[in-house]
């Protein structure tokens, strides 16, 4: 292998279960049932065994369906030292001026530890809760000069702009941030392309087989080479990792059996009414397994080898999961490397647990394999009970 891969973790703050939890893109307001309060106390646990293990960040969603993220950020900034925050916000609620600031202010008092990611919103009745009123091709066109003008006043400058979308005159920060954050982006639509070439450090994938992968990233490689850019892949995905690829879909057939016809069918139904074109692509998979029942069995839902789209029954977004014993994750894992990927972003039910299963049995792999060397110099020398050092 080429390139050391980076790993995060990801925070429910919805809540967290040993099932699935509901919630993600395209989910309402409150339809996240969970039975682990998501508590500062708790998600510091987790971030605490994500920087023990060396992990770069963990993810923190946005959404009318869970907590604050740059708040629940700032927050557990002082419960760890070393660890990344990817803090996900949506461009064009708040001013850029203000976006560009807070990231500043976050970025003084925790240097190198924050990074964004860009969700533009794939869910029209959603933003429309947040009084953004604008189609999806135009809340591309608004990120594009949002990011413009964040950028800019990253970079030191005054900044005026009569856009379309954006109008700022005279914008200036007092300190820009040092380092500046690295900007994560998704989007697979036509009008995501474009804007993700010229913006993003990292383009963000959901889990789809490599094939499909190695495809979109060829796809934003053209297009950010026009803009004289090079940026990083990553991709999101959950994760259940056993001793034994019995014993890991044995927990895939556990969560899915704990699903009914009633809490699928409602699910599906709100996720249908997303704009998002890979959460589109999952709706019309799923709708073919639940005509025909298929969907109770784990293993009919592996849509290529250790790629699960059960946990998709139920939560938008990310909704396939790396399935399978410790070897053939790491299997996995080098497989998405190879065709391009660099950063993964994975979660797991319970997410604290499952974050064990993968630092304790994945990621030694992934160290002997030269996949994955986490910098000495920012991981903290913690032992975890019962396991050791986690270096």
Known sequence: MTHAIKLHWFLPTYGDSRLIVG?????????????????????????????????????????????????????????TTSLGFLVAFRPGLVSPTLSAQMAATFARHAPGRLLLNVVVGGEAHEQRAFG????????????????????????????????????????SLATPPNPVPPLYFGGSSAAAGPVAARHADVYLT?????????????WIRRLAAKQGRKPRFGIRLHVIARDTSAAAWAEADRLVGALDEETVRSAQEGLGRSQSEGQKRMVALHAQHRANGSWHDARALEIAPNLWAGVGLVRGGAGTALVGSHDEVADRIAEYAEVGIDEFIFSGYPHLEELFWLGEGVVPLLR????????????????????????
């Open 132 to 171: 953004d009123h604008l189609d999806k091709d135009a809340r591309y066109a608004r990120a594009d000069e949002f990011l413009d003008v964040v950028r800019r006043l990253w970079d030191g400058q005054t900044v005026s702009l009569d856009g379309e979308h954006i109008q700022v005159e005279d914008a």
């Open 368 to 391: 002997q394999r030269g996949l994955y060397a986490p910098d000495p110099k920012t991981t903290p020398s913690v032992s975890i009970p019962f396991v050791g050092s986690a270096r």
């Open 23 to 79: 919630g993600g893109h395209g989910t309402p307001a409150g339809a996240a049932h969970s039975d682990r309060d998501a508590s500062i106390d708790y998600l510091a646990s987790i971030v605490r065994a994500a920087e023990t293990f060396g992990f770069t960040g963990a993810l923190i969603p946005t959404g009318a369906w869970c907590e604050d993220a740059f708040i629940t950020a700032a927050l557990l900034a002082r419960e």
């Open 206 to 218: 959901w889990g789809e087989p490599p094939a499909a992968v190695a495809e979109k990233i060829d």
